[in-house]
């Protein structure tokens, strides 16, 4: 990330707290060094993605830290994936300390931050974001402001709280699949192609219930019947399943709410409506 914004022609100093790290950027970097306060010398656009929220405060806040020798009314960028409680305090902290805050967080994988390709979702002032679109365009293709600050960090969180539960749902329904009797290769190029693997997101949603039409293409009572059904399947071939006796359970308390006839989508109403 940092040589990508190198070569979009910014001055960077570049911290970290391993030398040969530093040392990499020798002849790349306009300045690099192990300590903090160093590197952020007289910056005015500080830039942090580190491991949790208790390294930032470090970073920023302890002796030798950046703010010790940052310019005036520096503009902090905290790209980490952390504490949303911590990540607001740090933004008080920050805006105390008469600096101003952004969180901007990064999604997609190491592959992305090479090419330059990775997905930004900051939070902030609207003219603090804008002021950042040079840097943020260097390091990612798509940049989302995603509302004021710690919306960027509640975006990534959310949607990592959906990856990696589908993560974990794609390998209990094909461990299923093979306790079934099936191929699981074949069983993954089947549901690639449907609405399992697709993502409600991507097929229904749009179309249904965020759309405002709960109109049944396919009911709720039905997805309680289809559920029933692959459950029963999963206990003849003695193979435990999780995901679906919780999806049932949520279906069926719609149902009982008065959702049978609508929509399957409409699963998202009962689920803000039950808060």
């Not at 902090?76 to 949303?84: C, N, R």
């Amino acid at each position: 990330m940092a040589k990508n914004i190198i070569r979009e022609g910014f001055d960077v100093a570049v911290c970290d707290i391993q030398q040969n790290v530093v040392d990499g950027f020798k002849g790349v970097a306009s300045a690099g060094s192990t300590n903090p306060c160093e590197a952020a010398d007289q910056r005015n656009v500080i830039m942090m993605i580190l491991p949790n929220s208790d390294i930032v405060d470090a970073v920023l806040f302890d002796k030798g830290g950046v703010l010790e020798t940052c310019a005036p009314n520096s503009l902090i960028v905290d790209m980490s994936t952390g504490s949303y409680p911590k990540l607001m305090e740090t933004a008080k902290r920050v805006a105390n300390r008469g600096h101003r805050f952004v969180d901007a967080p990064v999604g997609r994988t190491p592959r992305e931050a090479i090419t330059g390709n990775l997905l930004v979702m900051a939070g902030g002032e609207a003219d603090d974001v804008a002021a950042l679109d040079g840097v943020f365009n260097a390091v990612g293709d798509t940049i989302l402001h995603v509302g004021p600050v710690g919306c960027g960090l509640k975006a990534k969180l959310v949607n990592n709280y959906m990856a990696m539960v589908n993560n974990a749902l794609t390998g209990e329904t094909l461990s299923l699949a093979k306790a079934a009797g099936l191929d699981v290769r074949a069983m993954a190029k089947l549901m690639s192609s449907t609405a399992a693997g697709l993502g409600q997101l991507n097929t229904n949603y749009p179309k249904k219930v965020l759309a405002g039409d709960l109109t049944p293409d396919f009911p709720i009572f039905m997805a309680v019947k289809d559920l029933n059904m692959a459950i029963e399947l999963a206990e003849i071939a003695n193979h435990k399943v999780q995901f679906g006796r919780v999806a049932r359970e949520k279906f069926i308390s719609a149902e009982k709410a008065g959702m049978g006839g609508l929509d399957q989508t409409a699963i998202l109403e009962y689920f803000m409506g039950s808060q």
